[in-house]
Structures are given as C-alpha cells and as structure tokens.
C-alpha cells in the first residue's frame, strides 16, 4: 500500500478502516490507533469488547488482563460461583492480583443473599449494585475492599432488545488503566460518571 499500513478498527458503535502513513514526518514513529482491535479482547459471545491482556506477564510467563468480564447468565445463574465455568480470563485477573478469595466471598454473597434474582431467577442488577456498596458486617463494603487493590467493581447492564437483556460483572484494574483511559459504558450505578476527559476525547466509548 505504498508505505500506509491498515488497521481494523471497532469501538463498539463504528467500524472503520485507518490508514497511518508510517514514513510520514506528520505522524509520530510511535502513534497507535485507541481504537485498533488487536488492543482489545472480545467476550460475552462477541457482544462486548475490552481491553486485552496487560502487557506485565506473571513469573510463569502467563499474561493478565486489564479487565475481567463475568457474565450474570439468567439461565444458568449459580455459574457465578462455580469455578469451573469461570472465564479463564477472570481465572487469571484474580490470580495474578491474589483477589481469588474475595471475589468468591463477593460473588457467593450475590448469589445467596435474597433479593438479587426475581422469580424467574433473573438478576436484578439494582439489588447486585447494593451488595456491592454496603458494609458487610461491620466490614468495609466489597467496593471499598476491591479499591484497597486498586480494582473496581461495575455492575453492567446492556438492553439488546424487548426480549434480550445482557447483564455482567466488569473487574478493572485501574492501577493500569486510567478512567480517561477505559470506561464501563453501561453501568448500573446511575451516580457514576466518566471523566470530563474521557467524553471529550473518546466520544463517550472506549
């Protein structure tokens, strides 16, 4: 292509083509599209996008992701605790960070605590939402104990259509990603907002 590379991009909402003239003085040697979809990892059968694996691989030589993604299944929801059917990406996240025990302790309560499914064994993400953000016990609530790591906890809600609803935990840790880096686009937590940056530079997508 007489020195441009291509790059397929997604960002959710658009699909596009880039072309970076790689010899050009007008474009610096180091410049990588935000939006170039080798930087991202699809998951929730291809219905959503996060970043890919950190680029610090553990002392094994595995790598971790940024952003772990567990889906909330209506149909299956003890999944959530059954660690066999546990992405092997979230399995990785929560090794490499030591969160393995408190993620079980987060999710077990999610699903034994009454109230967080209907009586169609659907989650009600507004009641997940609550557990997440109150004390447990005396204790710190599981928002708070998950920050101490510098992770944070996002309860996610995509309404696909009458009939479809996609629900889902997102676990990002921001001591790699900055909030005006990536942004949950649909968290439940209505007091939660992207930073100013994060709009104006991205759009409001990631």
């Given at each position: 292509m007489g020195g441009a590379k291509a790059v397929t991009?997604?960002?959710?909402?658009?699909?596009?083509?880039e072309f970076v003239d790689v010899?050009?003085?007008?474009?610096?040697?180091?410049?990588?599209?935000?939006?170039?979809?080798?930087l991202y990892q699809v998951v929730l059968n291809d219905q959503y996008m996060i970043p890919s694996s950190s680029s610090?691989?553990?002392?094994?030589?595995s790598s971790s992701p940024n952003v772990a993604v567990v889906e909330l299944s209506d149909v299956t929801p003890k999944n959530?605790?059954?660690?066999k059917k546990r992405p092997d990406h979230v399995t990785a996240f929560l090794t490499q960070r030591g969160l393995t025990s408190?993620?079980?302790s987060f999710t077990h309560a999610l699903?034994?605590?009454?109230g967080t499914r209907n009586w169609a064994d659907?989650?009600?993400?507004?009641k997940l939402l609550e557990i997440l953000q109150q004390e447990q016990d005396g204790n710190d609530s599981f928002q708070d104990q998950f920050a101490a790591f510098h992770i944070q906890v996002v309860i996610c809600k995509m309404i696909q259509s009458?009939?479809?609803?996609?629900?889902?935990?997102?676990?990002?840790?921001?001591s790699q990603l900055s909030e005006s880096t990536y942004w949950p686009q649909y968290n439940v937590d209505t007091d939660s907002s992207p930073p100013p940056e994060f709009s104006s530079s991205r759009g409001g997508t990631s």
């Open positions: 991009l997604d960002c959710f909402r658009w699909l596009w083509l010899h050009s003085t007008a474009v610096a040697k180091d410049y990588v599209s935000p939006y170039d979809v080798t610090d691989a553990a002392a094994d030589g959530l605790i059954h660690h408190l993620y079980e699903y034994e605590t009454k659907s989650w009600r993400t507004t009458e009939w479809s609803t996609l629900k889902w935990i997102e676990l990002i840790d921001r």
